[in-house]
T-cell receptor, first 109, second 119 residues
Framework: SQKIEQNSEALNIQEGKTATLTCNYT??????LQWYRQDPGRGPVFLLL?????KEKRKERLKVTFDTTLKQSLFHITASQPADSATYLC????????FGQGTTLQVKP | NAGVTQTPKFRVLKTGQSMTLLCAQD?????MYWYRQDPGMGLRLIHY???????AKGEVPDGYNVSRLKKQNFLLGLESAAPSQTSVYFC??????????????????FGPGTRLLVL
């Protein structure tokens, strides 16, 4: 069956460290993958898109990797700050967007 | 620009009641979507529209109807609400794509959500 999985356990890290979130999928062949940020009580906000032929994408303190062989994307936030605390959703681009359930990141000062 | 707005923000219904959720966008986007978000589950697509006057079913369409009479508005209707429809509903929009195939990039812009409780 088709699945998209993000770590359901919250990720707690110390301010200044690098946060790494994982998105794994099975039985999909996405043309691209997106990452969104969602704050409590708000709608998701687009952060980054990476295509199937790209290995890595960067935007300021954010970095995304996409390994179509492993069927995995990693989302990194370097020099994390308490303001980065939120839920991060990955979404597979397969014509429609298929969303993971999200991973909550808590950055402690 | 207000972006994507949703009305109402919160609503309580009794089982069997009906209601309509309104989504409006001012970005002149062709595509609009309705999702529901439940704890522990990803956003699930209910219905979507690729243009004024067109609608299509998503992953979980049962119990919902939609209409897109104007390009900027997308309405989601619940004819007879059930407790299983208790959820947070998000509307989203995205710009027109030439072909809606898997190689097209579709960044979506989301509204703030409507929290619905069905008793």
């Amino acid at each position: 069956s088709q699945k998209i999985e993000q770590n359901s356990e919250a990720l707690n890290i110390q301010e200044g460290k690098t946060a790494t979130l994982t998105c794994n999928y099975t039985n999909y062949s996405p043309a691209y993958l997106q990452w969104y940020r969602q704050d409590p009580g708000r709608g998701p906000v687009f952060l980054l898109l990476i295509r199937e032929n790209e290995k890595e994408k960067r935007k300021e303190r954010l970095k995304v990797t996409f390994d179509t062989t492993l069927k995995q994307s990693l989302f990194h936030i370097t020099a994390s700050q308490p303001a980065d605390s939120a839920t991060y959703l990955c979404a597979l681009g397969t014509g429609k967007l298929i969303f993971g359930q999200g991973t909550t990141l808590q950055v402690k000062p | 620009n207000a972006g994507v707005t949703q009305t109402p923000k919160f609503r309580v219904l009794k089982t069997g009641q009906s209601m309509t959720l309104l989504c409006a966008q001012d970005m002149n986007h062709e595509y609009m979507y309705w999702y529901r978000q439940d704890p522990g589950m990803g956003l699930r697509l209910i219905h979507y529209s690729v243009g004024e006057g067109t609608t299509a079913k998503g992953e979980v369409p049962d119990g919902y109807n939609v209409s897109r009479l104007k390009k900027q508005n997308f309405l989601l209707g619940l004819e007879s609400a059930a407790p299983s429809q208790t959820s947070v509903y998000f509307c989203a929009s995205s710009p027109r794509q030439e072909l809606w195939v898997k190689r097209v990039q579709e960044t979506q812009y989301f509204g703030p959500g409507t929290r619905l409780l069905v008793l």
